[in-house]
């Protein structure tokens, strides 16, 4: 996906962005409470009809946080609450429980289309993803749907597959040895599919770009691997004992997070073998059901870095050292269970049950920084997104609730501004259990 130039994102951002509440607080408090008066518009209307929302410009005095503006009803037609976002390029995507996709343009946020819909076969959108120039989403019926991306032609996402291919199915249909039994799905019954199809909903996906594969995980506790090229399925990993909540990938490796209690990390084969094999447990606890992962993609000050968020409210943080990872951090980040986390450079968010986002920064010594908690959603927060805004020397965090409504909040760097955050969690560096 493209990173506009910092010249260009200035000249963006110059223009009217959202609606800005002449009520927004103007203390450097990192808190807000749910009954603050945010902007908000529905899907039928423009944000750019309002006053403009004035970005800070770097070395003005700055908030913790701004709330920027609300989306409202942006999938009333397909059932409401907000199931997923994802970050594709100039757009904004967002699905629901429904089964319709919504393209916002950024960074006006503009209702710029609106797919899927009946084409998505039965039932809620559950995970996106996006990669050169395609669109993934995962759906409750089982099936990863490609959509092809393209600002010239008249039908910008353009449904092209639907995984596994009719050509993949057609390959394997007629081998005995293509066939796995599959436990029974809810109103089905038990009986024979081929290894190739998930038996039941996917509720995550995850991008290796480098190793140019799609990962999908699915309440049928298998890890399926698809070749970007072709879109043929490469690989299925029975990788748990119950529902793989998230996937994410890194490095080559990649890291699945279960309702079991595990995370797991998982590296794939040299080129010809395909197969992954299990590196590691990172943590295992019976009762706790994780149900976010996120690796941090890079190797900066910060280090490389992979976090897990559970049902438990906790926030596990470990170091990559080559084939081991160390426990760097474990912070009881939010009162009720953790369901969506992401990190961008050094801002870690994540969204609870209890309604509100966390706001943390990575430390080079292995610890969270505590940055503050934001409140505004009504409903659980489901899915959350960030992006790095050069123009502003801040962060534009996205996140979407229960609550029907998609959030846009405004996060300033480190070192901008008078935050003072503080660390929690730290731990020495212990190795998590190896195997082989």
Known sequence: ?????????????????????????????????????????????????????????????????????????AHSRGGGSVSCLSLCGEFLL?????????AWQLPDLRLFARFGGHGCGEGAVKALAAAGGRVFSAHQDGRVRVWRV?????????????????????????????????????????????????????SCLAVAAQDGVVYSGSWDRTLKVWRMSDLRCLESVRAHDDAINAVA????VVYSASADGRVKAWERGKVGAG??????????RDGVSWNAVAASGDAGAAGRRVYAAGSDGHVLGWDRHGGRWNLACNVKAHAMAVLCMCVAGDLVCTGSADKTIGLWRRQPCGGLAK????????????????????????????????????????VPNADNGDERPRETGAKDHRPCVLLG
């Open 371 to 410: 940055v503050g908690a934001v409140g505004g959603h009504e409903g659980p927060v489901k899915c959350i997104q960030a992006s790095l805004c050069r123009a502003s020397n801040g962060y534009m965090v996205y996140s979407g609730g229960l609550d029907k409504s998609i959030r846009v909040w405004w």
């Open 249 to 252: 990938a890194d490095c080559g």
């Open 94 to 102: 967002s699905a629901s429980t429904g089964s319709d996709i919504v």
């Open 1 to 73: 996906m493209a990173i506009m130039p910092p010249e260009q994102q200035r000249a963006a951002m110059s223009e009217p962005l959202l609606p800005y509440p002449a009520s927004l607080p103007s203390s450097a408090s990192s808190s807000f409470s749910a009954s603050a008066s945010f902007p908000s518009f529905s899907a039928s209307s423009s944000p750019s009809d309002a006053a403009p929302v004035p970005i800070p410009a770097r070395g003005e005095p700055l908030a913790a946080c701004k709330p920027l503006a609300v989306l409202r009803d």
């Open 150 to 202: 393209s600002r010239s032609s008249e039908n910008a996402f353009k449904l092209v597959a639907a995984l596994p291919t009719t050509r993949d199915y057609l390959g394997r249909v007629f081998r005995q040895a293509s066939y796995v039994q599959a436990g029974p799905r809810r109103g089905r019954r038990r009986g024979r599919r081929l290894w190739i199809e998930h038996a039941d909903s996917i």
């Open 275 to 284: 197969t992954h094999t299990l590196l590691a447990v990172l943590v295992a």
